[in-house]
């Protein structure tokens, strides 16, 4: 596998999603003009909160809140290191902790070495109109 992944788990206030959607917009084409080769950005769709462990959990989601899953592709670990190094540095991004459109304490995130990488093939069936 030669592919590098940032994993990134944010709790966002259900009234504050179009603002985290709007930053996050943006930091996203920062990430790809730097040299990301993809920005995804999830929300919780089916996420139950589980007794021991969950996404839910894992960012001390409260009721008011969603979570959401980024995750950004590189080509390696030294391109992820220089693409964030250059993303870390731009002013654009700058931003106040208190002006965040959510709680960046109880955001996670880390990289990630793609073990096993599945995909399926476009299947096309020819059909013949009569």
Not at 20 to 38: N, V
Not at 75 to 102: A, G, I, T, W, Y
């Amino acid at each position: 596998m030669k592919n590098y992944v940032d994993s990134i788990v944010t709790p966002v206030p259900k009234k504050k999603v179009a603002a985290y959607l709007k930053m996050a917009q943006k930091a996203g084409k920062i990430w790809i003009e730097h040299g990301a080769l993809a920005y995804n950005e999830c929300a919780a769709d089916d996420v139950q909160k589980g007794k021991v462990t969950s996404f839910p959990r894992s960012v001390k989601m409260k009721l008011t809140e969603t979570v959401f899953v980024c995750w950004i592709v590189y080509k390696n670990r030294k391109h992820r290191d220089q693409v964030l190094s250059k993303v870390m540095n731009d002013s654009r991004l700058e931003m106040e902790m208190s002006d965040m459109p959510f709680d960046g304490k109880r955001m996670i995130w880390g990289g990630f070495k793609p073990m096993i990488s599945l995909f399926a093939k476009n299947k096309v069936k020819k059909t013949t109109q009569k």
